[in-house]
């Protein structure tokens, strides 16, 4: 079956309604095991931070390019109703610019996740907008602003613990940082090779440079809007082993530690009067 055959087939029966926040590689992750499991999934889009590993993520679909991840096909939904259309399609989600303000007057919500590993400070309250919320990363607490709280381990410079200070440089070099507020322009994409100096992009006519010789594996894409701090791409100096699509360790690993604790919540007592197809084992063989 064609892409275009796949996103058209629909499944008549009601599904639960996840929405994520985020649509970096993380939360992408966890859509395509939500889905597997019968869940209809939209991602919200956030600005901030920006969306930098897009070859595994359904991030670029915002923009009308083609996104998938194991099979799993990303839509376009600009509206309420073409969230809820595509929420019906068979190996599919949705990816919308929507935020969750607007998301909460389609129908009740059964699950919400903040993917969208922003600071502590940047937490929003989501205890009580949907039947479970989750959130990932430092800042959050259980019972407090969501239901569950969960860590993540990205392989991002904000998750690496110090220890050899050598092997911390070289995690920071493989990354390129905005030094300044602005407009991200670049002419590069994912898998070119790249040498150190090599300038990548501007940012409000700043060049950026690569630190590290090697392949491209992750960079915002071209007119975003940045600020200080923010990741704009990232080099795998191990030529061989360089990838950027479909789902990496630490995105398999935080989705399936997701669907644990669905599953675990869902089976509380206070819980069961769900439908019962969310009480199925919902950790995909992979």
Avoid at 65 to 80: H, M, N, Q, S
Avoid at 114 to 131: F, I, M, S, T, V
Wanted: hydrophobic share 45%; aromatic share 4%; net charge neutral.
């Amino acid at each position: 079956m064609s892409d275009d055959s796949q996103l058209q087939a629909r499944d008549p029966s009601p599904k639960p309604f996840a929405v994520i926040l985020g649509t970096n590689e993380i939360a992408s992750a966890i859509a395509v095991f939500l889905n597997r499991n019968g869940w209809g999934v939209v991602l919200s889009h956030d600005p901030g931070p920006p969306v930098f590993r897009r070859g595994r993520s359904f991030h670029d679909a915002l923009f009308g390019d083609r996104a998938a991840i194991d099979e799993v096909i990303a839509e376009r939904a600009g509206t309420g109703l073409e969230v809820l259309s595509a929420l019906a399609c068979v190996n599919a989600v949705a990816v919308t610019p929507l935020g969750l303000l607007d998301l909460l007057v389609l129908r009740s919500l059964d699950l919400i996740v903040d993917a969208r590993l922003q600071e502590a400070a940047q937490k929003p309250h989501l205890k009580n907008l949907a039947g479970l919320t989750i959130g990932l990363g430092p800042g959050f607490a259980a019972g407090v602003d969501c239901d569950v709280a969960l860590p993540v381990h990205s392989g991002k410079p904000a998750f690496v613990i110090a220890g050899d200070a050598e092997e911390g440089r070289r995690t920071l070099e493989r990354f390129v940082y905005a030094d300044r507020r602005g407009l991200w322009q670049t002419a590069v994409d994912l898998g070119l090779r790249a040498f150190r100096r090599l300038v990548v992009g501007h940012v409000s006519g700043a060049a950026v440079c690569a630190a590290i010789d090697g392949i491209l594996v992750g960079v915002v894409r071209d007119g975003t809007e940045v600020v200080e701090g923010d990741i704009l791409a990232e080099l795998e100096p191990r030529i061989r082993q360089a990838t950027w699509t479909g789902m990496d360790k630490a995105g398999r690993a935080t989705a399936r530690a997701v669907m644990r604790a669905i599953n675990a919540a869902l089976s509380e007592p206070s819980r069961r009067a769900r439908p019962r197809r969310l009480m199925q084992d919902i950790d995909p063989a992979n």
